[in-house]
């Protein structure tokens, strides 16, 4: 079965979770292998440069951080006279100070890593550049639908988001022309509805893939390793790297552990699409001009004069209290 009645689209943040996981290796040569049939937008590639230094020192903050929770210092009651004791106590504590040692050298080394990616010289970066010097760039007329879909609101994407899902959706459509299968790999819930172990793809943009290609097949994946997989199966291409079993599970396992990430995110946006920001800014400005007019309906001169009388009449009842106020005797000679 041939492959090229399909496209594979991948969403940018499964190609940032190569930074997120520890299989990376495996999942890059998965996706080597089936470069020619990766379809990547110059606003995949963007978003991708924009965002990996970012997400790569979040998530080497995390693996230092857990290297260091399990520090530990002995408490001075271990201390024995049993020389066997000393020597095991001796033991830790150097063991303490080579832990030390190590964590900083693999600090310095995850800060290189840092500054390689930086400069898309690390091996994460160099290996996509096959897959990103395919990326297609938009044109004017895809530009300006994906303007008009973030204005009518129609996914993908989000109202309040820069233009991104809508104008890599519209190229989607452009090159699908002429092709029957489409696999995209994205968390993403602007382009589809899970329920139980099956996801559906919008039906919105259902019916978009119906203008271009009435009979097609979409197939929709969370995870990378097994939106490739079926690909691979299903269209019977050339795949000399395989994962085994175990691995296949390891690698599913962690990117499960990543959307709880994501739909935080995807909750804020839907709760931001919400808010009429026009209604809460004339709700802002309303509130403002009641201010405004409590305060020029407030007579300052009166508020002055009656502050005024209230302090002499305080002078007055110190003095006949016969109480010694020397700075309020001293302020009142000074008015008079």
Request: charged residues 30%.
């Amino acid at each position: 079965m041939s492959a090229n009645d399909s496209l594979v689209f991948i969403d940018t943040n499964k190609y940032l979770d190569l930074y997120r996981i520890n299989r990376d290796k495996k999942l890059l040569e998965l996706l080597l292998e089936q470069v020619d049939h990766i379809f990547v937008t110059q606003q995949i590639f963007d978003e991708f440069k924009r965002n990996k230094l970012s997400v790569a020192a979040e998530s080497f903050k995390e693996k230092s951080k857990a290297l260091r929770l399990t520090n530990f210092n002995l408490p001075d009651h271990l201390s024995s006279q049993s020389i066997d004791q000393d020597h095991t106590l001796q033991q830790l504590q150097s063991l303490g100070q080579d832990r030390k040692k190590l964590l900083n050298q693999f600090d310095s080394l995850l800060l290189k890593i840092i500054e390689q990616i930086s400069r898309s010289e690390d091996d994460i970066s160099k290996a996509l550049s096959h897959i990103f010097a395919n990326a297609v760039a938009p044109s004017s007329e895809e530009l300006q639908r994906a303007r008009n879909r973030r204005e009518l609101g129609n996914p993908p994407g989000k109202k309040t988001d820069p233009l991104g899902d809508q104008l890599t959706w519209e190229e989607i459509l452009t090159h699908f022309k002429g092709k029957k299968r489409l696999w995209i790999i994205s968390r993403d819930s602007d382009y589809d509805a899970a329920y139980g172990n099956q996801s559906f793809l919008n039906c919105f943009l259902y019916d978009e893939l119906c203008r271009v290609t009435p009979e097609h097949e979409v197939y929709i994946f969370e995870d990378l390793s097994k939106g490739l997989q079926h690909f691979v199966k299903t269209t019977g291409v050339r795949a000399e790297k395989q994962l085994t079993p175990e691995e296949t599970q390891e690698i599913e396992k962690e990117e499960r552990s990543l959307p709880s990430l994501y739909r935080q995110s995807e909750v804020m946006g839907r709760v931001l699409a919400n808010i009429d920001l026009d209604a809460l800014n004339r709700a802002v400005e309303k509130q403002g001009e009641m201010a405004r007019r409590m305060l020029a309906n407030i007579d300052f001169d009166a508020l002055n004069r009656l502050a005024e009388r209230q302090r002499k009449e305080n002078l007055r009842m110190i003095a006949r209290l016969g109480l010694d106020v020397p700075d309020l005797a001293t302020e009142e000679g000074e008015k008079e």
